[in-house]
């Protein structure tokens, strides 16, 4: 890594904004009030407040520092006239090529940094700017000329953006917490999709917990333009990649060129001012990136796991630390008990803006937390089963699909994971997936308050989402792995990730989640993502000399806490007294099957934890929303 590259700047934070539909309003007056708007925003960028004010537009952005450390790279940053601002979260990976191409044009630039390129860009191609732009990212883009205001949010997601609408202003931010902090805001609770947090753990995009606020979709651009309505225009869409597939592919080639551009995507996320590490469970994603890492950088990197006292199959550690001994990385491993969850719950119904249903966020949080100990920036495996086809979710449908009909009555096999998969043998392909990510499917409307049903229209699958056209004519494994981008990878994983990660003032950087590398995954054949029973075959294969061989035939684990023996166990007695008195939810859920739910946990007959934190987690939200809004 040469000089130049050390003095780029990149920023990892929050940025926040509002226009009042009052042209003629002067927010000066109001500053102080604001503010708090970015102050909610800090844990994103702890190191510095930046914001820009004119007229009836307000601009705001913190930073946490990752390159060029100096003043000179906070943000708004402007053009040459200072018409255009821009607050920026995220990294452009291709800025240099861009600025290259637009000094040639005849721009001036007064930064080495990603950010300004924006600006740029904008300048020179307009609205169509954006399809330019490589990396990870969420941006707004204020036209002074032209009164426009431009949204904008990465491909894949890894980067949050929230915008929130009424007659007189439009506010956008990072996390919806910002929302709360001002008070031109009314913010109410949109119970007509809370039925949809317990089939799927979160509220799917575009919607979210609240009226009005709204997730922007990725790869995905939004445009308020003086009176005019919002404009919304999608400018990346994976599903072409999905409909052509590369069938005179040889499995060589497809190893050789998969090699190639994961170390294309590591070496783009390395560059940094600051300490630089990665997350290692000892899984085939966290460890190839370990291996590419270390050659990359030509000395020790430094690496984190987790494990969890309880229930040995809750430690990865003895895997990660087999891939730390291979690989000579500076190795750190964390143990935590029941105690370090009940420390975070309230911190993690305030950092998700409110329930969270998947329970990794637990170990996700826990080992950001720990990990920012030492270094700032983390490489993590993220992304490599949602595009080479890592999930058991995949192969037990595709298996369901070929099962004989004679097995359909063999349901009742003592085999958690047998019984799950067979429910859903007489579904369609979409309703599969939607049972085998959910939480609450069969039982869904035992679960929830009558009344509260009866009101409202609730449909238990993707059939209302408007990217179902693309799969039409997509091979089934194809169909799968498209719908869990449009929907786990977005809702679930980068959100999760995100904001965990962000508790701790930690950047997290996904390779995996690149989007050359996802185009072309998507265009391989299906078998050679699984064959037989073997799931992620070519990624295996494209590193089956690199890693260790215990690694590559490890099976599937996923990232988890031993939340049913803690419940049954340390943390009962706090469940029992949490489900006590269930008022605060009755008006939503039904008192008399949570406590049928809760007794056949703790009677051992099935493990109902990650339904319990599901449900804890909403609990929890309800009790403590008023207190939010003040």
């Not at 997350?279 to 969890?308: K, N, R």
Request: hydrophobic residues 40%; glycine residues 4%.
């Amino acid at each position: 890594m040469n000089q130049a590259q050390r003095l780029l700047p990149y920023f990892m934070c929050g940025i926040c904004g509002f226009l009042s539909f009052d042209s003629q309003a002067d927010l000066s007056p109001r500053i102080p009030d604001l503010t708090t708007m970015p102050k909610a925003l800090t844990h994103r960028g702890p190191e510095n407040l930046g914001y820009w004010q004119h007229q009836n537009i307000f601009l705001a952005q913190t930073r946490l520092k990752i390159l060029d450390l100096s003043s000179e790279a906070n943000q708004p940053i402007f053009n040459e006239d200072k018409s255009i601002v821009l607050v920026f979260n995220g990294e452009i990976y291709n800025f240099k090529k861009l600025r290259h191409t637009l000094v040639q044009k005849g721009h001036t630039f007064i930064s080495q940094g990603d950010s300004e390129t924006i600006v740029h860009l904008y300048e020179e191609e307009g609205d169509r700017f954006i399809s330019h732009l490589e990396g990870m990212f969420a941006f707004a883009l204020w036209d002074n000329r032209q009164k426009k205001l431009i949204l904008a949010r990465d491909r894949t997601g890894k980067k949050p953006l929230f915008y929130y609408q009424s007659q007189h202003l439009f506010a956008f931010a990072s996390e919806i917490k910002a929302f709360f902090a001002l008070s031109d805001i009314d913010i109410h609770k949109n119970e007509d999709l809370f039925a949809y947090y317990f089939l799927y753990g979160n509220i799917p995009t575009p919607y979210t917990f609240y009226k009005n606020i709204h997730s922007l979709e990725p790869a995905h651009y939004l445009v308020l333009e003086n009176s005019k309505p919002i404009q919304k225009i999608n400018y990346w869409n994976i599903a072409p990649y999905y409909l052509n597939k590369k069938n005179t592919l040889t499995e060589k080639d497809a190893k050789i060129h998969i090699r190639h551009l994961v170390k294309e995507a590591i070496s783009k996320r390395l560059i940094s001012d600051v300490p630089l590490g990665a997350f290692l469970s000892g899984g085939i994603d966290s460890s190839i990136i370990s291996a590419v890492v270390t050659q990359e950088l030509h000395q020790p990197l430094q690496t984190f796991s987790i494990g969890f006292e309880g229930d040995p199959l809750y430690d990865e550690t003895p895997y990660a630390k087999l891939v730390a001994t291979h690989f000579k990385t500076n190795h750190r491993e964390f143990h935590v008990g029941s105690q370090a969850l009940l420390e975070l719950i309230d911190p993690l119904l305030y950092h998700y803006d409110g329930p969270f249903g998947d329970s990794s966020c637990i170990p996700t949080a826990i080992v950001s937390k720990m990990a920012k100990q030492y270094v700032t920036v983390v490489l993590t495996g993220d992304g490599g089963d949602e595009i080479f086809g890592g999930y058991n979710r995949f192969l037990a449908i595709q298996l369901m699909t070929k099962m004989p009909k004679f097995l359909k009555y063999f349901k009742d096999l003592p085999f958690p994971k047998w019984q799950r998969w067979i429910a859903t043998a007489d579904l369609n392909h979409i309703d599969q997936l939607t049972q085998l990510t959910s939480y609450f499917y069969t039982d869904l409307f035992e679960l929830l308050n009558k009344d509260y049903a009866s009101q409202r229209t609730i449909v238990k699958n993707f059939h209302n989402h408007p990217f179902l056209q693309d799969v039409q004519q997509m091979t089934l494994l194809s169909k799968l792995l498209y719908l869990n981008l449009k929907t786990y990878l977005v809702d679930d994983l980068n959100i999760k990730m995100d904001r965990a990660s962000m508790m701790a003032s930690l950047e997290t950087r996904a390779p995996f989640l690149d989007h050359t590398l996802i185009e072309y995954c998507a265009s391989l054949p299906d078998h050679f993502l699984i064959r037989n029973f073997n799931k992620k075959y070519i990624l295996k294969e494209a590193y089956k000399e690199v890693l260790p061989p215990q690694i590559i035939h490890r099976k599937k684990a996923g990232f988890a806490v031993p939340l049913g023996k803690w419940f049954r166990g340390p943390l009962k007695s706090y469940i029992q007294d949490e489900f006590q008195n269930p008022n605060s939810i009755s008006p939503y859920l039904n008192p008399h099957r949570i406590r049928t739910l809760l007794k056949s946990h703790f009677d051992e007959k099935k493990d109902e934890s990650l339904r319990i934190w599901n449900l804890l987690m909403f609990k929890k939200w309800i009790e403590q929303l008023p207190s939010w809004k003040h």
